[in-house]
């Protein structure tokens, strides 16, 4: 079944104890992104990457880093997590091409006391 | 900066009815797509539009990208239960930048 995973979907973490959400894609995707969803403020793009190695900022990239080693995998790391980074995070991934529509994973609940 | 403006934002009808959701810019888009998210789950791609004045249908929904490209509609024509959820609008601003609209939360009683 061709999927975007996500683990954990779950978690609860105190400020500045260092955490990594990892995203995993079967469908061969060059274009893997990371979102994070916040009531009234809708999906906002952390990171992407348009294949292996190649990486690059969204719109709201600050305290998040990202890696993308394998093409199937895209891990997003959070050094030192603060409270406002309490959000829902979704993975992402698509072809590259014309539209980029996206395949999405079953989301992450991030809570940072 | 919002650059995708959704409306409305919340949308209660009866099951039947028809309604119209709106996703408006001042930007030009490449294609613009729309998402469906259910609770506790992730968007799921209905549709992309790419040529302006382009119009799509999926079912009892229709889709509809403005000419100049900084806007779009979706139509649903008597809605169920069925299409309760939050729909999203995202514009393609670059070769690969998406930009998401606030979204629209459908609820459709019986």
């Known amino acids: 079944e061709a999927q975007v995973t996500q683990n954990p979907r779950y978690l609860i973490t105190v400020t500045g104890k260092k955490l990594t959400v990892t995203c995993s894609q079967n469908?061969?995707?060059?274009?893997m992104s990371w979102y994070r969803q916040d009531p009234g403020l809708g999906l906002r793009q952390i990171y992407y990457s348009m294949n292996v190695e190649v990486t690059d900022k969204g719109d709201v990239p600050e305290g998040y880093k990202v890696s993308r080693k394998e093409k199937r995998n895209f891990p997003l790391i959070l050094e030192s997590p603060s409270p406002n980074q309490t959000s829902l995070y979704f993975c992402a991934s698509s072809f590259a091409g014309i539209s980029y529509e996206q395949y999405f994973g079953p989301g992450t609940r991030l809570t940072v006391t | 900066t919002q650059l995708l403006e959704q409306s409305p934002q919340f949308l209660s009808i009866q099951e039947g009815e028809n309604l119209t959701v709106y996703c408006n810019s001042s930007s030009v888009f490449s294609s613009l797509q729309w998402y469906r998210q259910e609770p506790g789950e992730g968007p799921v791609l209905l549709v992309t539009v790419v040529t302006g004045g382009e119009v799509k249908k999926l079912k009892r929904l229709t889709f509809q990208f403005g000419d100049a490209r900084k806007d779009s509609s979706l139509h649903i024509t008597a809605a169920q239960p069925g299409d309760t959820g939050l729909y999203l609008c995202?514009?393609?601003?670059?070769?690969?930048?998406?930009?998401f609209g606030t979204g629209t939360r459908l609820q459709v009683t019986l």
């Open positions: 995202a514009g393609d601003r670059t070769a690969s930048k998406l930009t």
């Open positions: 469908m061969n995707h060059e274009y």
